[in-house]
């Protein structure tokens, strides 16, 4: 075994083409217009945001965006992976877009090679949800990590089968690899093994922290922990595993994202008690216990088994999540709005007095709350040193499902120099 890099990274983009793509006018695919709102103070200057696809006209919705930056010729090209819904956790084909123009225009979004759905008999079909894009600089390549799903009779099986993460590769040249899966040999992930909707860390000298929630046995209370893999631009590869983490309520601990900042771990775990929780570690290894996300007071951000994300910028830690809120008390799992905070990183608590909305509750959520469009699948990407980007598509069941794509631009006073 090659020895253990655990240094904390710093964004490195290299000057490699993915290969030329050509975009489409915004007219036809982005209907909506951008509005901003400016902030009084603090590192957030402003929030602008615009709809990518309009979903709630065209009835296309797609959903699970998730964005990331790559080199190209004339400057950064952002690559997104999505995938359209039609029902509870029933999604269609991956697929894939671009744009080279920071986000403007939008190229139409293509077919991933070798993640159609496979027919295996007696109605049941097997596809692949939650892909996760990021870049990696060492080779050149776009690492997308999903995990597979079972559907049958037009809708997701239940129970479910077992699952385990499945990863596609874009190399330098535009072109797609055949997906595989990332294999563990662990009985305690002998029915679940994931990483999917999940952050993770790359490493100056290519290997990949991976967070990883698992399970022995359907039903059984799911652990976290976070895997060392080395990646080669092909073949992703678990060769260390840290401690466990565990929770005995309900599903237990569920999609974990990490981030590195300023030499230290963190770990941000969607849960099932009315809470999130967070977690530290000085090598993205080993774990000190979980903690419930609180604010500065020290009373709790009260959740619903939703995920939160990272948004890192040079000079503050931020998180990106929904909550319970005066405006929302009726909505699904109180899934709108996005809200984001900056994280003190003392105490491990958010800071009440930066809490911004990112993405705005539309319909009225105490009152008719089940048509407000749900934003609980997002994603975040520093898309340079001046702006940071939130993606998220809506879920509208009561609607067709019928919800647009969103873009919402984070653009900072001060430049991210975690960036370039």
């Known amino acids: ?22 975009g489409i006018g915004c007219a036809s695919l982005c209907p909506g217009k951008a509005f901003a709102e400016p902030a009084a103070d603090g590192l957030v200057r402003r929030i602008e945001r615009s709809v990518i696809f309009g979903g709630r006209k065209t009835g296309d919705t797609w ?20 995938q359209r819904i039609s029902g509870s956790d029933y999604y269609g084909r991956p697929h894939w877009t671009v744009s080279k123009d920071l986000g403007t225009t939008w190229r139409r979004p293509e077919p991933i090679p070798g993640l159609e759905r496979r027919k295996l008999g007696d109605g049941w079909e097997e596809g692949v949800c939650d892909l996760v894009s990021e870049y990696h600089p060492k080779t050149q390549t776009v690492l997308a990590i999903g995990h597979n799903v079972y559907y049958r009779g037009g809708r997701l099986a239940r129970p479910q089968r077992s699952r385990w993460p499945v990863y596609v590769v874009r190399s330098a040249d535009g072109s797609w ?27 100056p000298g290519g290997d990949v922290l991976v967070p990883m929630s698992f399970g022995a046995k359907d039903g059984q209370p799911r652990s976290i922990a976070s895997a060392l893999c080395s990646f080669d631009g092909k073949t992703l590869t678990i060769r260390k595993v840290g401690n466990e983490l565990a929770f005995p309520v309900r599903r237990g601990l569920l999609e974990p994202s990490m981030v590195c900042f300023d030499g230290r771990y963190y770990m941000t775990i969607r849960a099932e008690d009315y809470r999130g929780y967070v977690a530290v570690s000085d090598d993205g290894l080993q774990w000190r216990p979980q903690q419930p996300w609180t604010w500065d007071d020290n009373s709790p951000l009260v959740m619903s ?3 939160q994300h990272w948004l890192p910028h040079s000079d503050g830690l931020f998180l990106v999540y929904t909550r319970k809120d005066a405006t929302n008390e009726n909505v699904f799992r109180w899934r709108a709005p996005l809200f984001m905070a900056e994280v003190d990183r003392r ?41 940071s980007w939130v993606t998220v598509g809506e879920s509208r069941p009561r609607d067709g499902y019928a919800g647009d794509t969103l873009l919402a631009r984070i653009q900072w006073r001060r430049p991210n120099k975690l960036f370039g």
């Open 305 to 307: 088994t939703t995920q």
């Open 63 to 82: 959903f699970q965006p998730c964005a990331c930056m790559t080199p190209a010729e004339n400057g950064n090209l952002a690559l997104m992976t999505l």
């Open 347 to 387: 105490t491990l608590r958010l800071v009440r007095a930066s809490e911004r909305v990112v993405l705005p509750l539309l319909g009225d959520g105490v009152r008719n709350g089940k048509h407000v469009a749900r934003m609980g699948n997002f994603h975040t990407v520093a898309a340079g040193p001046d702006e």
């Open 1 to 22: 075994m090659q020895p253990v890099e655990m240094s904390c990274p710093r964004r490195d983009f290299l000057k490699a083409s993915l290969g030329a793509v050509a």
């Open 177 to 203: 690899l055949p997906p595989q899966r990332l294999e563990w040999d662990d009985p305690r992930g002998r029915f679940i093994y994931t990483c999917a909707c999940g952050q993770r860390v790359t490493l």
